[in-house]
């Protein structure tokens, strides 16, 4: 099957729209669009399966160019350029490279450099999206731990240049995914906008508490847009949808 760009959708599945099957377990399928054979257990009740890396790549391509193109210091704003440019799907793995980008795309613009003093290159954030790119979708509710989440802690791995035999640093970006965690825990099904959010918010806080440094304020309630591409919005019970009650 070829990939036809006047009837791709961008929430479900992206060649016929239909909601998708979120099985318990794995089951073989050759994607679409590849031609790969792969286990996943996520598909459509129409036959159709999309891998991973097909439904990401336009995305990924466009976090790419950004390394090289974007300007702005404010990682949310750098967020929802990518979320509203065509490639980005409403949910997919894509989002698990966009937290790590934003973050260290708005360090670099502001001439943040690394906690050692080496300077945020390119060759950082391309590292961040390449390892954003590792975690597959659905790994949120078939691994315990959510993408976009993880990809907060990769933001705070690159920056304070953690390895598995760097004790403190490997801490700090346990505890930024962790605070991630921590704010989806909202008993909701997902969202990866929402997740999105969730990720910058624990990256910008703990950056700005542990290192000072201020990348400007986190997401604001109340503040999503994207709500009408969601089949599946929480509405009010989402804290940034429009008409969710805040205190």
Do not use: W
Request: contains cysteine; proline residues 6%; hydrophobic residues 30%.
């Amino acid at each position: 099957m070829n990939k036809d760009a006047d009837t791709e959708h961008a929430s479900e599945c992206t060649v016929c729209g239909t909601t998708l099957i979120y099985s318990g377990t794995e089951k073989k399928q050759i994607c679409a669009f590849c031609g790969k054979s792969t286990y996943s257990p996520i598909y459509c009740p129409e036959g159709h399966f999309i891998c991973d890396t097909c439904h990401a790549e336009g995305a990924l391509d466009f976090l790419n160019r950004l390394t090289e193109t974007e300007t702005s210091t404010d990682p949310i704003e750098i967020a929802e350029r990518a979320m509203t440019h065509p490639s980005f799907k409403f949910h997919g793995p894509e989002h698990h490279s966009l937290v790590p980008a934003s973050i260290l795309i708005a360090m670099k613009n502001s001439g943040i450099n690394r906690y050692d003093g080496s300077p945020i290159t390119e060759d950082i954030i391309l590292e961040g999206i390449r390892r954003g790119s590792k975690i597959p979708g659905g790994f949120c509710g078939y691994a315990g731990t959510c993408g976009a989440c993880v990809g907060a802690g990769v933001a705070l791995a690159l920056y304070l240049d953690s390895t598995p035999k760097r004790a403190n640093p490997r801490m700090q970006a346990h505890r930024t995914t962790s605070a991630a965690l921590d704010l989806s825990q909202d008993d909701l099904i997902r969202c990866c906008k929402r997740a999105t959010y969730y990720g910058l918010t624990a990256a910008i806080e703990m950056l700005k508490k542990e290192y000072n440094i201020d990348l400007g304020p986190v997401p604001s309630p109340q503040s999503c847009v994207h709500s009408e591409a969601n089949p599946d919005c929480a509405m009010d019970e989402c804290m940034y949808h429009a008409t969710s009650m805040t205190t």
